[in-house]
Each structure stands twice: as C-alpha cells, then as structure tokens.
C-alpha cells in the first residue's frame, strides 16, 4: 500500500514544524509514496522566518492524503479562525491513518473538532491558550502525544521525533531507525542544563 503524506502550509507557519516532518517522510518514503504540500491557493507562503515557499497543491486538486501533518506558528491563530482551512482539514482527516500537529497546530486540529475527548499537546508557550479550548487533555513536559490515529508534538523540533514515531508505525521500527540514522538526527544540543 502506498502512502502520501500531505503537510499543510499557510502563511506564518513555523519552518521547522513542516520542514523537520517533510525531511523525516520524504527520507523514509519508499516506492510508490509521495509526500508534499498543500496550501488554500497557489502562489507563495511566507513563513514566520521569512522562508518563502510555492506549495505543491492547494486545498481543492489535494491528491488524497494518508498522513496529515498540520504546522504550527503565528500564522495558526488565524488560520483556526479560517472556515477554509477548518473544513479542509476536518474533511480531510476523516480518511487520514495518521492526523498530527507540531506545536500550536494542535490549535488547528482543535477548531476542527479532531481532538475532542483527547489526549494532547503543544509547545510549553501555548498550553494555557489550547487548556482554554474544551473537552481535551492537555499533557505537558512530553515530545508527542498519541491518542488513537491523532499525534500532536509540542514545539518545533519535536516534530522530528513524532514523524520518526509516525514512521516507525507505518513502516515499522527498524525503517525508522534507518531513517534516524539516514537524518544523523542525534540530537545533544549545546547548553541543554538550565542553571
């Protein structure tokens, strides 16, 4: 069976919320599987750092999406506000094996009704702000949290390792392993103690 995996662009997402997870599937893709993006309308998406991109596809010639990654960023409180996006991912995710989020697109996922009953997270700086949202369980001090086919990572780079997770379940642990190493994704950042 083939998978695609769709990552989901809008202006002001964080680069490294899609970035890190498009590095991780298109490393660990395998023959027949795609993995691109996917923006409401062509033309360029200016990221919260100023990287400029052309997404592959927009929201109605999507090809069908497998795994849905969906970014976090500034740019995420509008978009939670955006019917377009929201009856995008909604629609979309009701046929998704995987639904995730880096950082605050759990937001996203959220307006969207798909955490509704959950377990979840989002970068330390804005778990007051999806607490405020109801009928969710709001985990903090963790990567990632898994709860049924929804993924939600905190912050940034801790969407590496919940699209290493993603693919150890969908082409199993020693593929993932593979593709860590592939990445040389050995993270000892410098400064890592507080004092």
């Known amino acids: 069976m083939a998978h695609s995996t769709g990552i989901v662009l809008f202006d002001e997402a ?3 919320d899609w970035a890190g997870p498009l590095e991780v599937f298109g490393m660990a893709k395998m023959d027949g599987d795609s993995v ?3 923006a409401e309308n062509e033309g360029v998406i200016t990221g919260w750092n100023g990287l400029r991109v052309l997404p592959d596809h927009t929201f109605a010639d999507a ?26 991912v909604r629609s979309v995710a009701s046929g998704c ?3 995730t989020s880096v950082c605050t697109g759990a937001l996203v996922l959220a ?11 989002t970068h330390w700086a804005a778990l007051d702000e999806l607490r405020a ?7 903090e001090a963790v990567r990632y949290v898994r709860d049924g086919n929804v993924v939600t990572a905190a912050g940034v780079s801790a969407g590496i390792d ?8 969908v082409y199993g642990i020693d593929h993932a392993r593979v593709t860590q190493y592939s990445m040389q994704y050995d993270p000892s950042p410098p400064y890592a103690a507080f004092t």
Do not use: S, Y
């Open 36 to 38: 691109f993006t996917v």
């Open 111 to 121: 307006h969207a009704g798909l955490l509704a009953g959950k377990r979840v997270t």
């Open 63 to 88: 090809p069908t999406i497998d795994i849905l990654v969906v970014p976090g960023g500034w740019g995420t409180r509008r978009e939670a506000a955006n019917p377009a996006m929201i009856d995008f």
């Open 14 to 16: 964080e680069e490294l």
């Open 162 to 169: 919940m699209a290493l997770w993603v693919v150890g379940q």
């Open 133 to 139: 949202l109801p009928d969710m369980e709001v985990i």
């Open 97 to 99: 094996t995987w639904v």
